[in-house]
């Protein structure tokens, strides 16, 4: 299956699970997870490309799926607040392309009650309200002054809103519509949607939500796309404030010269530059670079750590692989900087560069434009980590271990051997951890088995939806069993993993192993550095902490620094402290550490446990 980074990367879509719908009275059947959520497919009879541009076929289609969700939301009880706002939301878009402006108000506040996060719930029906009042109110009049109305309605609701909540929603909601176009909707049907249709002839209710959520941007955003962003450009630079950073305070640098004890920290993820670390690198003794196993323990040339291929097969190349040319990496680099400028909306040389681009870009375009962004993203995305986790820590000593995730629109398909070979490889990667004495792992990934069976729809494997669903949970299992029992085995190690950024329940979407209860793991969600959270980091019980996750800068590969976001980079915060911990007290247990990094952490307003380096260490030496 395919391993899903935390790196926050900027997108406009909602990935959406259906429930089948039942007949009768009986009692309504309890949701507790998302295998009880039935499966469902929709025979497609000619393309996808039709399917959006044509009103009749689109009505049709939007009449079977309108059905099934009320009939859903009739027959089940469903306890995941995430679910519930995915349903009513398309349901919430069926009613706008349709023009039923009430039934789409009441479906805007039956959203907002079911919001998780306070900015949320400011910022829910912003957009969709706003251009529900105009097209009641002031669409029919000359153009250019319904575009002033438009722009005086939005303008209006977001005086409304405080700012210092709201910020970060809406310069994302800016972000994403500005980079909007109807090329880029056609790239998504035309590379991700329409092989599938070809293969099958059908499907998923997944895919089925997006091409709602597709015609819905196109027919009510795309048309007011330029008013909508204008206006939201004046809202932002008009309040734009610089938020205080909390982290500065609570940070902790350890000194070269205490002479305390080094750490060996393992950077579980895509691999790393080792020639950014020099001096903080894991050095394996018995091997040497000659393309043999000098030591016996079964890796060829480990001398910083050990990697995966695509194929779950070893490889001495501990960095992921790109073909782009030095000069081809520094143009790449800028778009992705130019990336997250949009979202931030800062007006940097590369978000108008990357604006320039886009808008000349046709839909065959998009997918070869994305697909190498990934690549590079996946290139980047385990040295970015690597430098948060060792920041201001001297005695850190990097371990790497690499795995190799696909980073084509359609992904590489999913089969029982590769499950099998990965969950060998969970278990041999966290042997070989063992044997090399690391004390902290940092983990900016996560596997999800909705991630499974999107990967064999999109390769067209599985006769029906339910049968897709049985086959994605048998090949996830063999994964989640492996990587638990071997992290369980290693009760020696702190493992530290990202929550994820699909601002979901992990225990209900059933991530691994952000839903484990183990006294060796620690699961860190993401705020941003005024310590409020961010509208992407996912969340539940098994969330302990939350770390700053908002453009926090780090290395890339190379030596050249980038500021990112996402729960990738919250995590390695806290593992960086987890490392710190041990190096002034090597005899401290992974629980003990977890409950120093517990202990010295403090409430933000929404009563999330945000880490406080400075505190902890001092709690430790307190104790000593």
């Keep these: 299956m395919r391993r899903g980074l935390s790196v926050f990367l900027l997108w406009m879509l909602l990935l959406v699970r259906l429930s089948l719908s039942q007949e009768g009275e009986q009692a309504r059947k309890k949701i507790t997870g998302i295998d009880d959520l039935p499966r469902r497919s929709y025979e497609v009879s000619g393309t996808i490309t039709e399917l959006m541009t044509n009103d009749s076929i689109f009505a049709a289609f939007a009449a079977r799926l309108r059905t099934d969700v009320e009939n859903d939301l009739n027959a089940y009880e469903i306890e995941d607040r995430t679910t519930l706002r995915k349903f009513y939301g398309v349901l919430l878009n069926l009613e706008m392309l349709e023009g039923n402006y009430d039934d789409a108000l009441e479906l805007i506040e039956k959203i907002r009650t079911l919001q998780d996060k306070e900015a949320s719930r400011y910022t829910t029906g912003i957009l969709s309200g706003t251009i529900l009042a105009w097209h009641r109110n002031g669409e029919n009049v000359d153009r250019i002054e319904s575009r002033e109305f438009l722009a005086g309605l939005l303008t209006e609701r977001l005086q409304t809103l405080p700012w210092d909540i709201v910020q970060e929603s809406i310069e994302e909601i800016k972000g994403s519509t500005e980079i909007l176009s109807e090329n880029l909707i056609m790239s998504i049907v035309k590379g991700q949607f329409e092989p599938v249709v070809e293969q099958t002839g059908k499907v998923s209710t997944e895919i089925a939500y997006r091409i709602v959520n597709l015609r819905y941007a196109m027919n009510m955003i795309l048309p007011v796309k330029e008013t909508v962003v204008s206006t939201l450009d004046r809202y932002i630079a008009a309040h734009r404030v610089e938020k205080p950073d909390i982290w500065q305070e609570r ?32 050095e394996n003794d018995g091997e040497v670079v000659d393309g043999l196993d000098n030591d016996g323990n079964g890796f060829i040339d480990d001398i910083h750590g050990i990697a995966y291929d695509i194929e779950e097969e070893k490889t001495p190349e501990i960095l992921y692989p790109v073909e782009f040319t030095a000069v081809q990496l520094k143009a790449k680099v800028k778009l992705i900087k130019g990336l997250f400028d949009i979202q931030s909306s800062i007006n940097s040389e590369e978000a108008s560069a990357l604006r320039q681009k886009m808008s000349t870009m046709q839909p065959e375009d998009f997918n070869v434009f994305f697909e190498q962004l990934t690549r590079l993203a996946l290139h980047m995305h385990g040295t970015h980590v690597a430098g948060i986790a060792v920041e201001g820590n001297p005695y850190a000593r990097l371990l790497t271990v690499r795995f190799t995730t696909d980073y084509h629109m359609i992904p590489k398909v999913p089969t029982m051997e590769l499950s099998r070979k990965m969950a060998q490889n969970y278990t041999e990667t966290i042997e070989y951890m063992k044997s090399n004495g690391v004390r902290v792992v940092n983990m900016s990934w996560g596997g999800t088995v909705r991630g499974t069976e999107s990967d064999l729809e999109a390769n067209g494997v599985g006769e029906t939806a339910e049968e897709r669903a049985r086959l994605a949970r048998e090949m996830f299992d063999i994964e989640k069993e492996a990587i638990y029992n071997a992290m369980k085995e290693a009760s020696g190690i702190l493992f530290v993993n990202a929550a994820g950024n699909d601002n979901d329940n992990v225990s209900f979407a059933d991530y691994y192993p952000a839903s484990f209860d183990l006294s060796n793991l620690l699961v860190v969600g993401a705020v941003d550095k005024a310590g409020d959270v961010t509208s992407f980091t996912s969340f539940g019980p098994t969330v302990d902490v939350y770390g700053n996750g908002y453009e926090v800068e780090s290395y890339l590969p190379g030596g050249e620094r980038l500021a990112a976001s996402g729960t990738s980079a919250s995590s390695p915060n806290a593992a960086n402290l987890a490392a710190k911990l041990l190096a002034i007290d090597p005899s401290l247990t992974p629980p003990e550490v977890i409950d120093l990094i517990k202990s010295g952490a403090s409430p933000n307003d929404e009563g999330l446990l945000l880490i406080n380096p400075k505190r902890s260490v001092d709690l430790l030496m307190a104790q000593k």
Aim: with cysteine; proline share 6%.
């Design 251 to 282: 940070s902790v640098e350890l000194d070269e010269s205490e002479g305390l004890t080094p750490v060996v920290i393992c950077i579980w993820d895509t691999g790393l530059d080792v020639g950014v670390f020099p001096g903080r690198l894991f």
